[in-house]
């Protein structure tokens, strides 16, 4: 198993470009979510999704779009890129079988840059 | 909205010390809380996770314990390693929210030989 996979590792954009941040996972998990990481936060939950089909929003979704058309991928669109967008995006996988016991997974990130 | 807070933000001690890091969450009402280890320019790694009906949860010179009732967990790590050098995470799932998670923003470890 290759776990969690996320492509690319880093991307510099400018200002206003747009870009796809894409996520795989071959463990079968039903949800999947992105998150971002700025220096000396936590993670913030961007967009999460509990299967094919069904995404919802999380803390701070805004200037970003998702969608799940397999069980596999879960694409995160940056619309129009902002200097605020400059963060490491990580992305995480689960069953939801037995939500008290269902470990999250992570990709090794992403790393992006917006000037 | 849940939250959840760290402390210390960062600890530095020296090789053979036990230490606690500590955790602490403003809704009691979760599915289970996790705890993370993330190595600088890397991605989490999942060290612990304690449903919200146990007490603690152990793996080798691990143990993390949680008080629902207080809002809090915390990590134990017995003989500290340099190798256990990191950045500490933990994590809650639910409050007014399922199927969110809610990360506090660390304690930075530095364990000196």
């Known amino acids: 198993n290759a776990g969690v996979t996320q492509t690319p590792k880093f991307q510099v954009l400018k200002t206003g470009q747009s870009m796809t941040l894409q996520c795989a996972q071959d463990m079968n998990h039903e949800y999947m979510s992105w998150y971002r990481q700025d220096p000396g936060m936590g993670l913030r939950l961007i967009h999460y999704?509990?299967?094919?089909?069904?995404?919802d929003q999380g803390e701070v979704p805004n200037g970003y779009n998702v969608s799940r058309s397999t069980t596999e991928d879960f694409p995160l669109r940056l619309l129009s890129a902002a200097p605020s967008q400059t963060s490491v995006y990580f992305c995480?996988?689960?069953?939801?079988?037995?939500?008290?016991?269902?470990?999250?997974?992570f990709g090794p990130g992403t790393r992006l840059t917006v000037t | 909205k849940q939250e959840v807070t760290q402390i210390p933000a960062a600890l530095s001690v020296p090789e053979g010390e036990n230490l606690v890091l500590n955790c602490s969450f403003t809704d009691s009402a979760i599915y289970n809380l996790q705890w993370f280890r993330q190595d600088p320019g890397k991605g989490l790694t999942s060290l612990l996770l304690i449903q919200s009906s146990q007490r603690e949860q152990t793996s080798g010179r691990l143990n993390a314990s949680l008080d629902k009732s207080s809002g809090r967990s915390t990590l134990y790590i017995a003989a500290s390693q340099p190798g256990d050098s990191a950045t500490y995470l933990c994590a809650v799932e639910g409050g007014y929210n399922f199927n969110k998670f809610y990360f506090g923003s660390g304690t930075k470890l530095n364990v000196k030989p």
């Open positions: 995480a996988s689960r069953t939801i079988r037995d939500r008290e016991t269902d470990e999250q997974y």
């Open positions: 999704s509990v299967g094919a089909g069904i995404t």
